[in-house]
DNA sequence: CGTTAACAGTTAACGCTGTTCACTCATGCT
DNA sequence: AGCATGAGTGAACAGCGTTAACTGTTAACG
């Protein structure tokens, strides 16, 4: 019995590398269903064994990256016993930069996908979005631990006004009780860094900057400063 | 003859009309050949005398969209009298933000498209880009004025690298002459808007905060005041 | 050990897409 | 009036996601 199921993961498994081979090939639009059972050798309806759709088998794809990535993110900035956290968070940023530089095509699957649809319901329930939690909770985790460490200056709440104070307070739980100020400081730098990445891998800061390195390090020192970091060591 | 060439002139505003109309109600993804064929009751092949392709069509709609958001800046910083040139850039940000939060659609057509393919060649012709440029040169031109009107403080040459500072200098004609510490804070301040505006009308920033509006502001305050603005009269 | 049920996979087909070719018909120019 | 240009149609092709009916093989059970 579990040497059918073992087949079973096993072709699951070949599946999904296949799809990955045509993303990083061709880009989103070359991952079709027909290409992939193509690239295995199989029939297109021989996937409907494996997926109910075509949008299923791309989201298990995505849940898969947001994994792979994850994992690599942890592994980097645990792989050195740097006890420091500040070189911790340079260390994320940069290897996310990194990963979205080496593999733009992923990359622009998971968070290229415009989702204009407000969808009512706020908290959908595709593997997916539960894999891009546990992404975020990992940026999360760390500045949290950089906070704790450390408090860094923050505005006062009157600073902020009482409608940004009430939405930053209710995530306060998942940032292990920082104060508002300082969730709206760790906010920008995830804001910031994600829009900088975004923009480099997407292609809009090409039109200005041929090689968005240089701007993208010095960015980095501001926003981490805006944190209390000190510029992390270049080597 | 011009008769013939006004019906034509026409007829290709009703396409783009209906595209554009398609576009708004379910999407990117909705405006397809023959949809819009259908929607204006002539079959697929007809608009293969209008345009050599659907990528064209889509082209097509992408730079009259950027003109209009253009020209809806353009005159929403002119109506007001306000020689303030702060107050203008401050509108400016918000009516970007309003625009792109009342059409979604249109904004991810403009913007949320993934381009990951690098292209070679640097500059390309469509008139999409054309476009794309002249709505970038409106935002450039204004922060000039507000340079050359009172120059703010910006961060030293050495202070950037100089691999950063020839990068910047080379944008310098576009910036009437701003040193390239100038250009580095105006750079940043088109970054982060951009990346704001993307994440709320992407729904990126739906996980952590529901309304985003306070944030905006309280970013746009803080990008602004890097740009030597004060936060611009509330009324 | 033979029977049976579950499962992987195929073939054929449907409706959809963008695109092309051959054709018709009306309009405007000479 | 005659002719040519061009708008528009109809039929068709390849490819897409998807479904239904069918064929083998393979594991489990009396």
Request: a negative charge.
């Amino acid at each position: 019995m579990d040497s059918r199921d073992r087949r079973r993961a096993a072709t699951l498994a070949e599946i999904k590398a296949a799809a990955r081979r045509l993303l990083v090939a061709g880009g989103t639009a070359a991952v079709g269903l027909r290409a992939v059972a193509r690239e295995l050798g199989l029939t297109p309806p021989a996937l409907y064994r494996y997926f109910p759709s075509h949008e299923a088998l791309v989201s298990a794809l995505i849940a898969d990256l947001y994994d792979e990535l994850t994992t690599a993110l942890m592994d980097l900035q645990c792989a050195e016993e740097d006890v420091d956290l500040g070189a911790r968070l340079y260390l994320l940023a940069n290897g996310l930069r990194d990963w979205a530089l080496a593999h733009p095509a992923e990359f622009g699957l998971l968070f290229g996908t415009a989702v204009p649809d407000p969808e009512g319901d706020g908290h959908e329930e595709t593997p997916g979005h539960q894999a891009a939690m546990r992404f975020g909770a990992l940026f999360k985790e760390l500045v949290a631990q950089i906070w704790h460490q450390k408090p860094f200056p923050h505005p006062a709440d009157d600073e902020l006004g009482t409608v940004l104070v009430e939405q930053l307070t209710a995530e306060s739980e998942h940032f292990h009780g920082m104060p508002p100020g300082a969730i709206y400081l760790s906010l920008n730098y995830w804001t910031r860094l994600y829009g900088l990445i975004c923009m480099e891998v997407f292609g809009q800061l090409h039109w200005v900057l041929p090689d968005a390195a240089a701007y993208f390090e010095a960015q980095l020192f501001e926003i981490g400063g805006a944190l209390g970091l000190d510029c992390p060591p270049p080597e």
